[in-house]
């Protein structure tokens, strides 16, 4: 799957402006007609993602309200919800695989590497919101080969130090590929957290997935 950046400023503008609006109904049919000419995977990369990151941006200058960025985060997840690709029944066999979104509350970005991972074959565990010790718990008993973790918050970024830490200590190492805003502002930090991999995108995870899975001994 490749990403094509086809899409014009104009929609983009559109969209945005149905969510400032609180416009479920213009939202769904914008998001709608040009996934029917862009594919699913690039009105996430395309769409969804850029207008929630302007609105954030705009949240951040004071121009915008929380109760604006909570609307439109929940407007987008419905949508998603409704569009999501379907998970392939042919699966792939593999180690065990797992995500989580780590000490945070902005869920839309783990669930769409989820939607992607699953709709390319895999078998993938959902651990949802979790705090570091429930994860290393989690990861040890069901003996996770490959942690997805998607953080949006810089403290919660930071804490995956501790959980890289925590699993070493307990024997236990797996590959841990990382995503996130944090991740996009700073491009080293995944390095400084001690992860094997850091996506920008859903379909990054997917390329990771596949490398780091054929790494494993
Ligand atoms: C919507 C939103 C919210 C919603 C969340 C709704 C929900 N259920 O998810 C609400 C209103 C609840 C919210 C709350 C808060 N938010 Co907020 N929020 C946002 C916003 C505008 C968009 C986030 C989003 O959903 N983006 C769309 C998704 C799809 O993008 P994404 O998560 O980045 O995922 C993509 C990629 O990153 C990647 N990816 C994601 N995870 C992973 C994992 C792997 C393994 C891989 C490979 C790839 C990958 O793939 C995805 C698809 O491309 C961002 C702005 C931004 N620039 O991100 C701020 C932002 C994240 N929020 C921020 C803040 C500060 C807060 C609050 C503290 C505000 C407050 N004062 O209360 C709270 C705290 C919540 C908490 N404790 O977690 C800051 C974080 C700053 C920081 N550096 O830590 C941001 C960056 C805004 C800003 N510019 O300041 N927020």
Redesign the pocket.
Known sequence: MTITSSISAQPLDEFLEALLAIDRFAARQILSTYGQRAGTVNL??QM??PA??Q???Q??QGALS?AQ??M???I??EI?DAILPPAQIQRISHPPIA?AVL???????????YASLRASGYEIRDFGQVTVEALVAQVIQERIAVL??????????LRIKELRQQLERAGHRPKI?????????DEILWQEIGAD?????????VT?VGRLLKELP
Request: charged share 20%; proline share 3%.
């Open positions: 996430f990369e969804i993602v929630l990151e609105i954030g941006a949240w951040e929380l960025v909570y439109s985060g929940h987008c997840e998603v995500i000490e945070d509350y902005h869920l839309l970005g783990k669930r769409m590497v997805l973790i998607s953080v949006l918050m810089l403290p919660s970024a590929i990382v995503g996130g805003a944090p991740f996009r502002f991999a850091m996506g920008k995108t859903a379909i990054d995870a990771h």
